[in-house]
């Protein structure tokens, strides 16, 4: 019914402007933008095994995305009440979302994870379920106890040991990479905690050392997995150099100096200068991406610049999965993570991420 006094909507016009509004919630709700941080999770967990990406790695991350995007809803859902009064703009407060529809999505999406880690196969379903109960314990009952951005960062190198798991049935070779994420989100969950309050410069502090040390981590050379197992995980043979003659060991007579004989095919200096190169473009440009705003919060932090902080450890953490995987020696892989940072921002101006 339209309100006394009020002009009437034109005819026709109610229910594509009411779709709209009711995708821009669900948008909203889901946090959108932050979705492009979840496929860097299971390809950085499949670079880290020395195998390249298959059809068990589009399972993982289909996986992946179901899980995370229902603990978005499931976040909101549980927070409906606290949104309310800090918040009420959000979708479930506002109305734009019931909270039974946003509780049945949240049950749905973990549904359809689970189901498509068990198409990944067991390794894959085997990471999942705790991956999801993680998901579901933090939501319920642990984000606001000290064990809440510990479980959101288990969460996180759950999601990468998906990867891993879903694409060579092995995980153990991921657990460096997973640990190294895990501590990223731990950094970013820490600043989360004090977004709509504020008030303290220490959680933006602890995120810029950690920062900090993780790019120093991630730019060290780590032999990539390929260099000491085969795409199908067995160890590769070890390369005997061929004995030397005399010729060839002072191939100019007594008293010059040995001419080093190269392995036939050998690369290895110019794949060390590009992986290095590479790792420090990635590495740098997570380190810029999360170190600004965590600047700007511990100089000022007001919940506008607190929330805006965590948008960019948020966003920081693509540059992070793409310098993983350089790090493990999959530039390809690398590469493909870091172009969804470019879309990522783009709908981050229009969707929060937080």
Same mark, same amino acid.
């Given at each position: 019914?339209?309100?006394?006094?009020?002009p009437a909507?034109?005819a026709?016009? +109610?229910g594509?402007a009411?779709?709209?509004?009711?995708?821009r919630a669900?948008?909203?709700?889901?946090?959108? *933008?932050a979705l492009?941080?979840?496929?860097g999770?299971?390809l950085?967990?499949?670079?880290a095994?020395?195998? &390249?990406?298959?059809? &068990?790695?589009?399972?993982?991350?289909?996986?992946?995305?179901?899980?995370?995007?229902?603990?978005?809803?499931?976040?909101?859902?549980?927070?409906?009440?606290?949104?309310?009064?800090?918040?009420?703009?959000?979708?479930?407060?506002?109305?734009?979302?019931?909270?039974?529809?946003?509780?049945?999505?949240?049950?749905a999406?973990?549904?359809?994870?689970?189901?498509l880690?068990?198409?990944?196969?067991?390794?894959?379903?085997?990471?999942a379920?705790?991956?999801?109960?993680?998901?579901w314990?933090?939501?319920?009952?642990?984000?606001?106890?000290?064990?809440?951005?510990v479980?959101?960062?288990?969460? @996180?190198?759950?999601?990468?040991?998906?990867?891993?798991?879903?694409?060579?049935?092995?995980?153990?070779?991921?657990? *460096?990479?997973?640990?190294?994420?895990?501590?990223?989100?731990?950094?970013?969950?820490?600043?989360? &905690?004090r977004?709509?309050?504020g008030?303290?410069?220490?959680?933006?502090?602890?995120?810029?050392?950690?920062?900090?040390?993780?790019? &120093?981590?991630?730019?060290?050379r780590?032999?990539?997995?390929?260099?000491?197992?085969?795409?199908a995980?067995?160890?590769?043979?070890? @390369?005997?150099?061929?004995?030397?003659?005399?010729?060839?060991?002072?191939?100019?007579?007594?008293?010059?100096?040995?001419?080093p004989? *190269?392995?036939p095919?050998?690369?290895?200096?110019? +794949?060390?200068?590009?992986?290095?190169?590479?790792?420090?473009?990635?590495?740098?440009?997570?380190?810029?991406?999360?170190?600004? *705003?965590?600047?700007?919060?511990?100089?000022?932090?007001?919940?506008p610049?607190?929330?805006?902080?965590?948008?960019?450890?948020?966003?920081a953490?693509?540059p992070?999965?793409a310098?993983?995987?350089?790090?493990?020696?999959?530039?390809?892989?690398?590469?493909?993570?870091?172009a969804?940072a470019?879309?990522?921002?783009?709908y981050?101006?229009?969707?929060?991420?937080t």
């Amino acid at each position: 019914m339209t309100p006394r006094g009020a002009p009437a909507p034109p005819a026709g016009g +109610r229910g594509p402007a009411r779709g709209a509004g009711r995708a821009r919630a669900w948008a909203e709700l889901l946090r959108l *933008p932050a979705l492009f941080t979840v496929p860097g999770d299971a390809l950085s967990g499949a670079a880290a095994t020395g195998t &390249r990406p298959n059809s &068990r790695t589009l399972y993982a991350i289909g996986s992946s995305v179901c899980l995370y995007e229902a603990g978005m809803v499931l976040n909101d859902w549980a927070d409906r009440e606290e949104d309310a009064a800090e918040r009420p703009e959000r979708p479930l407060p506002s109305g734009r979302v019931r909270p039974g529809s946003a509780l049945a999505a949240a049950c749905a999406l973990t549904g359809a994870g689970l189901v498509l880690a068990a198409r990944a196969g067991r390794p894959a379903l085997t990471v999942a379920a705790p991956l999801a109960a993680t998901v579901w314990a933090y939501d319920l009952a642990l984000k606001h106890t000290p064990a809440g951005p510990v479980a959101m960062a288990a969460a @996180r190198g759950l999601d990468l040991l998906l990867g891993a798991a879903a694409t060579t049935g092995r995980t153990r070779e991921a657990l *460096p990479s997973a640990a190294l994420l895990g501590t990223h989100t731990l950094a970013v969950t820490l600043v989360s &905690r004090r977004e709509t309050t504020g008030g303290t410069s220490v959680p933006p502090l602890v995120a810029l050392a950690t920062t900090a040390l993780l790019t &120093r981590l991630v730019t060290r050379r780590r032999l990539p997995p390929a260099d000491r197992a085969d795409h199908a995980g067995h160890p590769l043979p070890t @390369r005997t150099p061929p004995a030397r003659t005399p010729a060839a060991a002072d191939p100019a007579g007594p008293g010059s100096r040995p001419v080093p004989v *190269p392995r036939p095919g050998s690369t290895a200096p110019a +794949r060390f200068t590009a992986d290095t190169a590479l790792r420090a473009a990635l590495a740098t440009a997570y380190a810029v991406t999360a170190a600004r *705003p965590y600047t700007h919060a511990a100089l000022n932090p007001s919940p506008p610049l607190t929330r805006r902080a965590v948008g960019g450890g948020i966003r920081a953490t693509i540059p992070l999965q793409a310098a993983l995987s350089a790090r493990a020696g999959a530039g390809v892989t690398a590469a493909v993570i870091a172009a969804l940072a470019p879309i990522g921002r783009k709908y981050a101006r229009k969707v929060s991420v937080t």
